[in-house]
């Protein structure tokens, strides 16, 4: 029986042991927010699991807003302030941060069968021993592309990888065995993981950057450009994605939100799969997110609303509607029973992405990770803009940076 069932079986035997007749409840009107588009067919997509749960649920009313990610984070903080907020969002990990830190939505324990889900995709929105969202997809994570044409096979591991790139390096006529965006962190992450490390110390809060590890990723990537010779001498992420394109790339690092992209541009002769292990160290891990439900911290005193859009959660996040979004949406599903599911499974792109994060770990949410990546983001930029650059001195200089920012007074520390 449904939550929502539950409450109204329960406030119609209250009625029946008082003497008097239960009052018809009244419809309950959910808004709920998503991240999701139009472009891509995401938000027809949500508002098609809306329209058939209303179908079922003639006394539930679900407004659906697309909003993109910072008009929704922003637009929700006002909201909640002014008394208005939405009683849903489908949005991104990243809010538990700021949502928590505000109080705009209640945490979730005892009300959800965390069983149901992925265990790492359900910790990407867990903080401070609370769970404060509920998966409904896992990806966002970072992956190697080949082209088969220019690399038959997918290498093992970072040596056959170089080898494979060195192959097909031709830089004078503009041809790269690998490629990916050299401006941005997020492409650091994985391998800093590889080498043991992570930005965070176990207090969750205190960066670690200025360490062992760091050095270590920050050297393997410097190498690749400039001892290997395989990349360009500049690439943000719109170069490396039209190299790879165009033929002018064997390899590319890049996210599992290109999936569909480079299977419309190189069909069979695309293959997908982890980012291969780095000889003397492990498999890359890259961070991984996906899309989340939030639920308003308004909603916490509302039982009626409350269990509708539990209900609404729990209908979404069920091995059907999930397999319907493998088919709609090419996305891996959070549901632990549907990423077994033969649309998965079965089908060589989205199985290579499958693998490939099951080497992802959770990317945190803290509001301090906005600094991290900030000083991170600096040092990479400083690393490939050099021959010279010196990793270890790029390790401090990230280090004394994200401290500086989460620091009291610091721009991702308390006030």
């Given at each position: 029986m449904s939550n929502r069932f539950?409450?109204?079986a329960l406030a119609a035997s209250l009625a029946m042991v008082a003497g008097s007749v239960a009052p018809v409840a009244a419809a309950t009107d959910i808004t709920f927010w998503t991240k999701e588009g139009e472009?891509?067919?995401?938000?027809?997509?949500v508002q098609k699991l809306a329209d058939d749960f209303m179908a079922a649920n003639p006394d539930v009313n679900i407004t659906v807003v697309n909003k993109d990610v910072e008009a929704l984070r922003e637009?929700?903080?006002?909201?909640?302030?002014?008394?208005?907020?939405?009683?849903?969002?489908?949005?991104?990990?990243?809010?538990?941060?700021?949502?928590?830190?505000?109080?705009?939505?209640?945490?979730?324990?005892?009300?959800?069968?965390?069983?149901?889900?992925?265990?790492?995709?359900?910790?990407?929105?867990?903080?401070e021993g609370e769970t404060w969202g509920v998966p409904i997809s896992y990806g966002n994570h970072l992956m190697l592309f080949t082209n088969k044409e220019l690399v038959p096979d997918f290498p093992a591991d970072s040596d056959a990888m170089i080898a494979a790139a060195?192959?097909?390096?031709?830089?004078?006529?503009?041809?790269?065995?690998?490629?990916?965006?050299?401006t941005e962190s997020f492409w650091l992450v994985p391998f800093l993981g590889a080498f043991g490390g992570s930005v965070f110390a176990e207090d969750g809060v205190t960066p670690t950057l200025d360490t062992e590890a760091m050095v270590s990723a920050l050297t393997f990537l410097h190498d690749l450009k400039y001892a290997d010779g395989i990349m360009p001498a500049e690439a943000d992420y719109n170069v490396a994605d039209g190299l790879f394109k165009d033929g002018k790339a064997g390899m590319i690092v890049n996210g599992d939100w290109t999936v569909g992209a480079y299977v419309d541009a190189f069909g069979e002769n695309l293959g997908i799969g982890p980012i291969p292990p780095i000889v003397g160290a492990d498999y890359p891990e890259p961070y991984a997110a996906g899309a989340f439900f939030m639920v308003s911290d308004a909603v916490a005193g509302d039982e009626a609303t409350q269990a509708a859009v539990l209900d609404f959660i729990d209908y979404?996040?069920?091995?059907?509607?999930?397999?319907a979004m493998v088919e709609a949406l090419g996305r891996l599903p959070a549901n632990a029973v549907a990423i077994e599911d033969p649309l998965v499974t079965e089908d060589p792109f989205l199985a290579g992405s499958a693998e490939a994060i099951q080497h992802g770990i959770p990317q945190p949410t803290n509001l301090e990770m906005r600094c991290v990546f900030d000083s991170m983001t600096a040092g990479v930029r400083d690393l490939f803009a050099s021959e010279g650059s010196d990793p270890a001195a790029i390790a401090a200089a990230m280090q004394a940076s994200a401290d500086a920012g989460v620091a009291p007074g610091g721009e991702c520390g308390p006030a």
């Open positions: 539950k409450i109204a472009a891509d067919g995401s938000l027809q997509f637009d929700f903080l006002t909201s909640s302030l002014a008394g208005n907020a939405p009683q849903l969002l489908w949005t991104v990990a990243d809010h538990v941060g700021p949502f928590t830190a505000s109080g705009t939505i209640m945490p979730l324990d005892g009300l959800i069968d965390a069983g149901e889900y992925l265990p790492n995709a359900l910790a990407a929105v867990q903080a060195q192959a097909i390096t031709d830089a004078a006529a503009g041809d790269y065995g690998l490629v990916f965006n050299q979404v996040t069920a091995p059907e509607q999930q397999a």
